[in-house]
């Protein structure tokens, strides 16, 4: 049966390894009841070629080329990936599913095509079988050139990773997937596919850098990142200054709800590291980068910029700028409304407004708010202390500075979590300093998502937390750090679907953050799918693997999968990284009492304990450990404290399955504490 577009064999080819189909013939299964949902899809007939061959490919002697190549010139490729699919060795990878891409990208429609509706597909759709490991995935991504983005059929249970079958509860399902409604998934993406392969075989061709990418909403010529500006000035001290104006021009650029905007994280990963532009372009899944350069001597600036396309490097937009150094934020609104205009996103005048807001005026306060964001960019305890000096510096110059009032806030925000500051003297200065940043302009969505965090981990207030949350995404919705503290609080209400969702956005707009790579896998580990979690863990210390908070959160991912080895190796490293945190170090005691090496426990116990007479430790450390060496009413005692104290890591304990307290006592007391 002929294709339904005239030069193709097949509309559907479906490739797989035989080794998927022996046990129960999961894929013969599949077909039958693809067909079927065809049938009910489409009034044509649809052709679909499926080699029942029993054997593994072609026999040696054929032609592969010959044999594949007319057969291989279908409208949708459909790849069965599983953990034997992806094998370099095997006919299906090199024969099938690399020949298609490779073929298709050459021909008259490309391997991506623009769906009736203005978004793009991949003419390749993969159906998922299993959760795959990291290094499969890798393979699969980088010959797709992106990320892996299929229908899946995966039955998932902890300890369990198999295909989903009609059989299968899908209540039971981690995934929550039933087998009848992705059979419908795929149907329906097969008619999107082909009609618009067939829109395109009666127009014009599309220009290739117009197509947008699956993956996104919008187009991915509305799509930038900002580099870290080189700093030119004579002594090369101007770091923290040129770091600020791609932030300031960046932070611009954000509300713009069209305009896909990586954030400052994976933007300035590239700061000081010899790679094309090309290949930043690809990293970031971007159409458009902005570098530039800064000369800063006595109080004139040199400030050049230039707009360019990631594809071929080559100049969209570039201009020089020499001027006073008071005319700082004139140049960065000219900067960022020039991007604007070469993009050809159109602004509405409140948005515009936004985007040329001046927060002051004050040049002395302006370069003392740019020092203490540098530092608190740090993300260590030096950074914070240095970030706060730098800040209150600046409010001594202008009081009526609001954003300086969000940068206290944020510091404050994470001392507890990351440093070694009590939650009563931490949160309640954050609250303070970022309702006062309100006070001075209510159009701050930082403000509003650091007071978010504020209800969701130290006053357990679900309800406020979320009214803040959903009003800083209405006024920046391109925020990956909004998004992934809105996901946590989620977490914590029981909605893992939507956080999961919230912690994905995140990672698209900020791809290369270790700090949001690895809340992305809690929000896998949270729902259950702890193999996902695993792998993003391990991919977020490919980006670094000094990383303790990520090697953290690894071993008690390893806990809940019952691997105690593993996960004693990864807070091991979590411990000594961070130089003793309090909770890794808890979690470490639990791995060694369990091992039954009770002279380590013992000795990390006790340390524990000599330094939280002279330090903050938070109460739900040494609540863990009793709890977990069966010590019930020592546990209980340090969990009411936990709530007295409003621990920082109670909400955490709440939704953590290793260390969920049992029992009527914990329950009663935590739903007294909001919890």
Partial sequence: MPSLIPGYEYDIFISYRQKDNKYDGWVTKFIDQLKKELDATFKEEISVYFDINPHDGLLETHDVDESLKKKLKC????????????????????HEFKAFIELTSKDQYGLKVRLPGGNVANRLLPVQIHELDAEDRRMVENELGGQLRGIEFIYNEPG??????DDDDEKK????????????????????????????STENKYDKED????S?????????????????????????????????IINALVHIENLKVIARTSAFAFKNKQIDIREIGRILDVETLLEGSIRKYGNRVRITAQLVKGADGSHIWSERYDRNMKDVFDIQDEISMAILDNLKVKLLGEKKSIITKRHTDNIEAYNLYLKGTYCWQMLTEEGYRKATYYFEQALLKDPEYALVYVGLAAVYNVSTTFGNVPPDKA??????YAKKALEIDNTLAEAYSILGNIYTFYYWNWKEAERNFKHALQINPNSSLIHIYYSFLLTCTGRHKEALSEAKQAQELDPL?????????????????????????QMTLTINPNYFYAHLMLGNT???????????????????????????TAGLVCGYYFTNKKDKAGKLFDDLKKRSETEYIPATSFYMIHKFRGEEEIALDWLKKACKDHDTFLPWLKVNPIFIPEGSKYQALLKKAGL
């Fill in 75 to 94: 409208l949708v490729f459909i790849p069965i990936i599983s953990r034997t699919y992806c094998d370099p060795n095997s006919f299906a990878w090199v």
């Fill in 160 to 165: 369990v990773n198999k295909p989903l079958t």
């Fill in 173 to 200: 399902n981690l995934n929550n997937t039933k087998y009848r409604i992705q059979i419908n998934k795929v149907a329906n993406a097969i008619k999107e596919i082909i009609s618009g392969v067939g829109k395109g």
């Fill in 211 to 214: 197509i947008s990418i699956e």
């Fill in 216 to 248: 996104m909403s919008f187009k991915k010529g509305n799509s930038i990142a900002v580099l870290p500006f080189v700093d030119l000035s004579p002594k090369k001290d101007q770091g923290y200054f040129c770091d600020g104006v791609a932030e300031e």
């Fill in 427 to 432: 949160y309640p200065k954050a609250n303070e």
């Fill in 513 to 537: 953050s270790v700090y949001i790579n690895t809340e992305t896998a809690l929000a896998f580990a949270y729902n259950g799918q702890y193999d996902k979690a695993i792998e993003e863990y």
């Fill in 558 to 584: 390893y806990y809940s999968k019952g691997m105690i080895k593993e996960a004693i190796n990864e807070l091991e490293k979590a411990v000594d990284l961070s130089s003793g945190n309090a909770f890794a």
